[in-house]
T-cell receptor, first 112, second 119 residues
Framework: QQPVQSPQAVILREGEDAVINCSSS?????VHWYRQKHGEAPVFLMI?????EQKGHEKISASFNEKKQQSSLYLTASQLSYSGTYFC?????????????FGKGTTLSVSS | GAGVSQSPSNKVTEKGKDVELRCDPI?????LYWYRQSLGQGLEFLIY????????KSGLPSDRFSAERTGGSVSTLTIQRTQQEDSAVYLC?????FGTGVGGSYEQYFGPGTRLTVT
């Protein structure tokens, strides 16, 4: 039931792009994305809802393919501040009223 | 308050002792969540509250773990007879609501966590 994130780790130079994927074996209602910097609490980035509504974050975008139960997070022109671990959290479509289940995370390291 | 607060920030306890971890959510947030994060691991869901009730306790690892929430605000996570494998960072989060009928599509605000070390 835990979503699978890939890749596990990404190393970038400033200005490069990255894509982080999240997939589930269950039908999903929504996908949430959070970023956690070392030693800090996770911080909300984005929610993608079934039906296409997206609540976003500046300079970071995402997609949600409901049929494939997959979401991708796109980080373009990466900055040093993008470094951290990215978690996707999935909310199942059935049964309703279930809590988020988070993946194991993708660690992103951006260097100058 | 300004954000979610948790206490203590660090707790070292001996194996077999009981511990209580506290979470103060953002004022007005009706939903409250507890997660556990072991070194290098993801966010393991433990339990959530909607108001004072806990509709989903499925993530609690064993009957040594329990949680309560009073007054729709403060929550306490209790671990009895602690074991070394309980060592982790325990994170609390709150959200404005819990999406009527379809689940938690509200963003969660996380506290700084309590680092528990069982020796």
């Amino acid at each position: 039931q835990q979503p699978v994130q890939s890749p596990q780790a990404v190393i970038l130079r400033e200005g490069e792009d990255a894509v982080i994927n999240c997939s589930s074996s269950k039908a999903l209602y929504s996908v949430h994305w959070y970023r956690q910097k070392h030693g800090e609490a996770p911080v909300f980035l984005m929610i993608l809802l079934k039906g296409g509504e997206q609540k976003g974050h500046e300079k970071i975008s995402a997609s949600f393919n409901e049929k494939k139960q997959q979401s991708s997070l796109y980080l373009t022109a990466s900055q040093l501040s993008y470094s951290g671990t990215y978690f996707c959290g999935t909310e199942r479509a059935n049964p309703a009223g279930t809590a988020l289940i988070f993946g194991k995370g993708t660690t992103l390291s951006v260097s100058s | 308050g300004a954000g979610v607060s948790q206490s203590p920030s660090n707790k070292v306890t001996e194996k077999g002792k009981d511990v209580e971890l506290r979470c103060d959510p953002i004022s007005g947030h009706t939903a409250l969540y507890w997660y556990r994060q072991s070194l290098g691991q993801g966010l393991e869901f433990l339990i959530y509250f909607q108001g004072n009730s806990a509709p989903d306790k499925s993530g609690l690892p064993s009957d040594r773990f329990s949680a309560e929430r009073t007054g729709g605000s403060v929550s306490t996570l209790t671990i009895q007879r602690t074991q070394q494998e309980d060592s982790a960072v325990y994170l609390c989060a709150s959200s404005l609501g819990f999406g009527t009928g379809v689940g938690g599509s509200y963003e969660q605000y996380f506290g700084p966590g309590t680092r528990l070390t069982v020796t």
